[in-house]
Nanobody, 122 residues
């Protein structure tokens, strides 16, 4: 089960920190990802972190967003800085098993999803 929190409304240039509580996995046995979906657009990958802390980012968020995890607490975080209106959307936390061979940005490889949290930048 994945439960997101931390969404909200901010002005351009502001920051938000999203949190995802992950349960149902053995310690260090999953990879966490963040995806987002803007109105009338397809869901897109934002960032992902693997079981040993390696991370990947979409080009549009590199240098502004940072993904991190706390395996002891079962948490995945997304720190978002310098937010822009184009960052607006519903943000979803997702998980897949560690060692999955698919690319980090392929949503079909993630088998567990949260219900999403809204981020609005205006």
């Amino acid at each position: 089960q994945l439960v997101e929190s931390g969404g909200g409304s901010v002005q351009p240039g502001g920051s938000l920190r999203l949190s995802c509580a992950v349960s149902g996995y053995s310690y260090n046995n999953y990879c966490g990802g963040w995806f987002r979906q803007a109105p009338r657009k397809e869901r897109e990958a934002v960032a992902a972190i693997d079981s040993v802390g390696g991370s990947n980012y979409a080009d549009s968020v590199k240098g502004r967003f940072t993904i991190s995890q706390d395996n002891v607490k079962g948490m995945v975080y997304l720190q978002m800085n310098s937010l822009q209106p184009e960052d607006t959307g519903a943000y979803f936390c997702a998980a897949k098993f560690a060692g999955d061979s698919g690319t980090w940005d392929n949503p079909d490889r993630y088998h567990n999803w949260g219900s999403g949290t809204q981020v609005t930048v205006s």
